[in-house]
Nanobody
Framework: VQLQASGGGLVQAGGSLRLSCAAS????????MGWFRQAPGKEREFVASISGSGSSTNYADSVKGRFTISRENAKNTVYLQMYSLKPEDTAVYYC???????????WGRGTLVTVSS
């Protein structure tokens, strides 16, 4: 599966952005999807994940209550809605896919989110 993230940009603290990740292939609904981020000088970290059906989601503590992951399997797309953005949310955001029981092994190019104070 090939992934393409989009929707990043510059936003002021307290603002919102919605990231999208478009996937190729006809079996999108069989993949769990996730969002990760990597800030300058830091390691990549988990942000959120969603099951293939969309019935199960998980979030990093740092984004709980502010970010929402969702998916539209008919459009082969997963979203990350981000509210109440903070400067520490500044990072390159990556979407990733995994098959059931496996690690995330498919990665898209990232999209840069910059939150100004």
């Amino acid at each position: 599966v090939q992934l393409q993230a989009s929707g990043g940009g510059l936003v002021q603290a307290g603002g919102s952005l919605r990231l999208s990740c478009a996937a190729s292939g006809r079996t999108f609904g069989s993949y769990g999807m996730g969002w990760f981020r990597q800030a300058p000088g830091k390691e990549r970290e988990f942000v959120a994940s969603i099951s293939g059906s969309g019935s199960s989601t998980n979030y990093a503590d740092s984004v709980k209550g502010r970010f929402t992951i969702s998916r539209e399997n008919a459009k082969n797309t997963v979203y990350l809605q981000m509210y109440s953005l903070k400067p520490e949310d500044t990072a390159v955001y990556y979407c990733a896919a995994r098959q059931v029981g496996r690690q995330f092994e498919y990665w898209g190019r990232g999209t840069l989110v910059t939150v100004s104070s």
